[in-house]
């Protein structure tokens, strides 16, 4: 019998001693102690955004966080441009046009990623007062150029508020917050943090805050002047998920200690580790160029006779493994390794092995080993220091 | 040394082994074992509602299940009457109002329950779409007539939907749903259901699904047909609390174990006792009336001379029992004493000698062990069999 392995994209997998953290007694949400752990919580999320923005961590889902970012800038008529590129970047748009915001979408084929002319092609079309951008796209399995995108919005549109959702992103590459200049970047505690669902991290510029001062659209719960007036007091408006405050103070001292360059690197390598795993298969990768690959989850094409929902019914059956199904027009006919969090590289060689012994299993013509060694390859690659010539 | 005990209205203290049932792994929400782990959940909360209608469990506080219930059967202008005892039944209608609904308010003096009267007379200016009640009104301590209310409102408006605040009240005091034909009822899980904050629960009547399709207000992360949708498919729209699930889970074979009745009378119980102990000391309760008095929290004025705030300052510093501020008009007037949730008898004994401790401590003119008997005496009372001439 094998342990479950969870391979999607959140929840991802959580360290044993954070879950052992949740074990601890509830307190009381307003008083000194619960103050110290909310601001030990919130300076850590800064540290994961790279900011020194106000920081709020929200008591949600991802999708509440980016419910919050939304309605806490924007009037009805407001008009807002999407960049959509998979289901999570539709996803947005839908929250704000259900607030009555005027939304433009410009949307990317499967499978590729946001690309300067589109966007300056639909920025003539503005002005626009908010910007919605996806950093990692999960249903696609797409990284979008964050920065440079970014770059080209504050050009054209100096006062623009530009919005990210990095739920599944933050952590797997990096995202400067304030370098960048994004206005509300919005992150997801059981993704790259390591910990159970239940958290939402908000990250403020002071210009999204003059927005706030002005925008309609109704809130109560997801209302940001009242996250900052009772933070000021050490405290949270709403009764917060404990539990998963206690498992974020431990698994926060986990990722300090690994130190954020760190971690990006550990993410690129498992991805770059499976992809050159998947390609010496033979097999058809849903994002072809690395530069745009997800760090976070790779889609991938089964064999020609494989079904994709048999191969990962054997993947869960026989070996533990939980892989993703794929989201929207490649549901059922994809499928998507979720590699972020509290992973490493044995796992991908393991989930590689599973992978050739399912698909020989299904009637593929491939050789056993192939793709592991393809993937140690790669890591050994990425872990030497470079050569002498080329520093 | 002592261990701390939370003595406050939410959160409450969680079992051992609920705490433990989170250090579960985490699992793919969009799976079949979480899809049983979903089921098994939303009957124990069907049971706690002792409903048949729909229950859904969203990730959130009581604070977000409230603006649910709103923003799901409310349009801009809708007419709301809000009965208002206290904090909590102010926030109610404060949601409503931020949606855009024309709200109402009949508000009660501090530490009185809702009567007959006043509702009539505030129904005569109807109709009113919407009804708002708060079952326990924890800011003033106060258990509101519900049933009587609900019947009074029921043959005066028999088409208005009757939504009830029952988050700190579910559990605590029979709250039949169907048999007093309520349209939405919120709890919450770090009340009654002994687990940490986290989950909010909604029990809907048909008669407020019409409503709900056909109101305006803006919604998406609280859109209950998304919720019914993907409930059909043994799922929740947004990635859940897992590890709140787990522990509800956990829970409910106490809840259930011990049975509805056995829980309102242990509540009851343990309020009375408090009670009779407060009393027999010469203090001062906030609610004098037992059958309007909460069996979740007590509000007690401290003798002449000792500040309520120094009080709990001993309280918690010498024996660890944290207890409540008082809310609202009688924040830092009063103290008030949660028991709601996994306690006993001997929990509220040991909160009485402390208190008498203390209350010495501060110079009060008491004596050592008065209340600790009289709460004794109730305790032995109200288990005894009724006397035989009586039934």
Chains 1, 2 share one sequence.
Request: one cysteine or more.
């Amino acid at each position: 019998m094998q342990d479950q392995r969870l391979m999607i994209p959140g929840p991802t997998p959580v360290p044993q001693s954070v879950l052992q953290a949740m074990a601890r007694p509830m307190m009381n949400h307003r008083s000194k102690p619960f103050a110290e752990i909310l601001e030990d919580c919130t300076d850590g999320a800064r540290w994961m955004f790279q900011t020194r923005n106000d920081v709020f961590i929200l008591t949600t889902s991802g999708t509440g966080g980016l419910e919050a970012a939304a309605v806490n800038v924007l009037s009805p008529g407001d008009r807002v441009l999407a960049l959509v590129a998979g289901v999570f970047g539709k996803r947005w748009a839908d929250i704000c046009q259900a607030y009555g915001a005027d939304v433009e979408r410009v949307e990317w084929p499967l499978g590729q990623a946001y690309d300067v002319e589109r966007v300056k092609e639909a920025l003539a079309k503005g002005p626009y007062l908010v910007l919605l951008m996806t950093h990692n796209e999960t249903s696609t399995t797409v990284l979008n150029p964050i920065a440079e995108i970014a770059a080209l919005i504050r050009r054209e549109l100096p006062d623009a508020l530009i919005l990210v959702d990095s739920v599944s992103g933050l952590g797997t590459a990096d995202l400067p917050v304030d370098a960048l200049d994004l206005d509300i970047v919005v992150a997801g505690s059981q993704k790259a943090f390591m910990l159970p669902p239940g958290l939402a991290y908000l990250a403020v510029s002071p210009r999204a805050w003059e927005a706030i001062g002005k925008a309609k659209a109704p809130r109560f719960y997801f209302d940001l002047v009242r996250a900052r007036d009772f933070k000021a007091k050490g405290q949270t408006p709403w009764t917060p998920a404990i539990s998963v405050f206690y498992a974020m103070q431990e698994a926060l001292r986990h990722l300090r200690a690994e130190g954020l360059t760190a971690i990006f690197a550990r993410h690129e390598r498992l991805a770059m580790g499976l992809r050159a795993g998947v390609r010496a298969l033979g097999l058809e990768l849903l994002v072809k160029d690395d530069a745009i690959a997800s760090r976070a989850v790779t889609g991938v094409w089964p064999p020609a006779g494989v079904a994709a929902n048999d191969f990962r019914k054997v993947m869960q059956d026989r070996f533990g493994i939980v892989l993703a199904n794929g989201q929207g027009p490649v549901q059922d006919k994809i499928f998507r390794i979720g590699h972020l969090g509290h992973v490493g590289e044995l796992d991908i060689t393991s989930c590689l092995s599973a992978l050739e012994i399912a698909l020989v299993g299904l009637g593929a013509k491939i050789e056993l080993g192939t793709s592991v060694a393809a993937a140690q390859t790669e890591f050994m690659r990425a872990a030497a220091p470079e050569p002498v010539a080329a520093r």
